[in-house]
């Protein structure tokens, strides 16, 4: 257990719904992440969050966008959803905004979009 | 930009040793990585390299070369646990911390 909680754990939707994913860091970890993962994509690096701010983006659509709250949790919003979104979504904490430092995931929210 | 290369798939027998190779060609670079994932489940951090040579870890050995952009993860005395994808994976970039992974390495371990 990394100590990363999400929620839920799987999700079912229909194409051009909305959902919400959510992303509690580890205790003391201010940097939060977004990753998805796909079948014919790999990981990939959607966008972070530091103490509340954005820090960096990756290649997160328009129709995706992200927040991190003062109690650190983060949500990643999907909208108008395709069917290329069905994919693994994995948040990740670590303690600084860079530099090394080890990032550890979440287990994950299966999102399957019909 | 960022673009890492490695095995799709890898066959090895239990109790034998694995090199799994990595190489990467990057515009920023701080840092080399090697997470474990198993089917369905979180990628765990392995092992972090940032200086050129070997870092040794138990069964697994993680070894670096910058000039060549070139890693590789050695796993000895294999075990069927060890059956999982092996991500490389190149960190920090210019701003922030993400991580930008290789497609991963399925590694299975036959007895």
């Known amino acids: 257990d990394s100590g990363v909680t999400q929620t839920p754990k799987h999700l079912i939707t229909a194409t051009g719904q909305r959902v919400t994913l959510r992303c509690s860091p580890r205790?003391?970890?201010?940097?939060v992440y977004w990753y998805q993962q796909s079948l014919d994509q790999g990981l990939q690096f959607l966008i972070q969050y530091y103490n509340g701010e954005e820090r960096a983006k990756g290649n997160i659509l328009e129709r995706f966008s992200a927040q991190q709250f003062p109690d650190l949790h983060s949500e990643l919003n999907l909208s108008s959803l395709e069917l290329g979104d069905s994919a693994l979504y994995f948040c990740?904490?670590?303690?600084?905004?860079?530099?090394?430092?080890?990032?550890?995931f979440g287990p994950g929210t299966r999102l399957t979009v019909t | 930009g960022q673009n890492i290369d490695q095995p799709t798939e890898m066959t090895a027998t239990e109790g034998a040793i694995v090199q799994i190779n990595c190489t990467y060609q990057t515009s920023g670079f701080n840092g080399l990585f090697w997470y474990q994932q198993h089917a369905g489940e979180a990628p765990t951090f392995l092992s972090y390299n940032v200086l050129d040579g070997l870092e040794e870890k138990g069964r697994f050995s993680s070894f670096l070369s910058r000039s060549k952009g070139y890693s590789y993860l050695l796993l000895k005395e294999l075990q069927m646990k060890d059956s999982a994808s092996y991500l490389c994976?190149?960190?920090?970039?210019?701003?922030?911390?993400?991580?930008?992974f290789g497609g991963g390495t399925r590694l299975m371990v036959k007895p």
């Open positions: 994976a190149v960190g920090p970039g210019n701003a922030g911390n993400m991580l930008t």
């Open positions: 990740a904490s670590s303690v600084a905004a860079s530099g090394y430092h080890e990032q550890y």
């Open positions: 205790s003391g970890d201010l940097s």
